[in-house]
Nanobody
């Protein structure tokens, strides 16, 4: 079965940068759209960013455009989320997600739905 494992979270200060990683195993993700979601304490889970199977196309929530960047390296079965100038409101559990390629088209449905999830990695931004 497909397994997604996130890593790279931790405690950082405002203004710091960090990179989250999501490594897939069990099944290939090279033909699948990938996404990052996050859930802050007391908040609903929200979409952050997604990327097409080839990495050519991306989609971002309006709130993170220009500061967070999604990328992928299919040779390593890995998707990344780069967080630049981290801010306190970035504090959340970050989840990696994917879906079956044959079910949805990235161009028409870049931000959802997503079906398979990792366990999440905690990012805390505090001084």
């Amino acid at each position: 079965q497909l397994q997604l494992v996130e890593s790279g979270g931790g405690l950082v200060q405002p203004g710091d940068s960090l990179r989250l990683s999501c490594v897939a195993s069990g099944r290939t993700i090279n033909n699948k759209s990938m996404a990052w979601f996050r859930q802050a304490p007391g908040k609903e889970r929200e979409f952050v960013a997604s990327i097409s199977p080839s990495g050519v196309s991306t989609s971002y929530a309006d709130s993170v455009k220009g500061r967070l960047l999604i990328s992928r390296d299919n040779s390593k079965s890995t998707v990344y989320l780069h967080i630049s100038s981290a801010q306190p409101w970035d504090t959340a559990v970050y989840y990696c997600a994917t879906r079956e390629q044959l079910k949805y088209n990235f161009r028409t449905n870049p931000q959802g739905p997503y079906e398979y999830w990792g366990q999440g990695t905690q990012v805390t931004v505090s001084s």
